[in-house]
């Protein structure tokens, strides 16, 4: 079982940054993919950014050229990096992996971190 733990997140005025980590209990460097989602109030969760285990990211439209998505597989961490925010981007934060399986994948999800702008 993989344990995910997000931190970082805060309140924060627009145009400001803040920067998310997510530690896993378990080396990294066997995952698939990890990402981040958000969920706002009354909303779906959305891919915000996601990264492969060769390095590949994709971000959402949303966040492009302001969000910078990394992972440091000696620590077994990932970031996200948020600059530019805007009250829009507020949510709560999700941390999750993609692992090999006998068949298919194993998804993990963190529980989440708040992220609040305020314009």
């Known amino acids: 079982q993989v344990q995910l733990e997000e931190s970082g997140g805060g309140l924060v005025q627009a145009g400001g940054s803040l920067r998310l980590s997510c530690a896993a209990s378990g080396s990294i460097f066997s995952f698939n993919a990890m990402g981040w989602y958000h969920q706002a109030p009354g909303k779906q969760r959305e891919l915000v950014a996601i990264i492969s285990s060769g390095g590949t990211v994709n971000y959402a439209d949303s966040v492009k050229d302001r969000f910078t998505i990394s992972r440091d597989n000696a620590k077994n961490t990932m970031y996200l990096q948020m600059n530019s925010l805007k009250p829009e981007d507020t949510a709560v934060y999700f941390c999750?992996?993609?692992?090999?399986?006998?068949?298919?994948?194993?998804?993990?999800w963190g529980h989440g971190t708040q992220v609040t702008v305020s314009s």
């Open positions: 999750y992996v993609r692992r090999p399986a006998p068949v298919g994948e194993y998804v993990h």
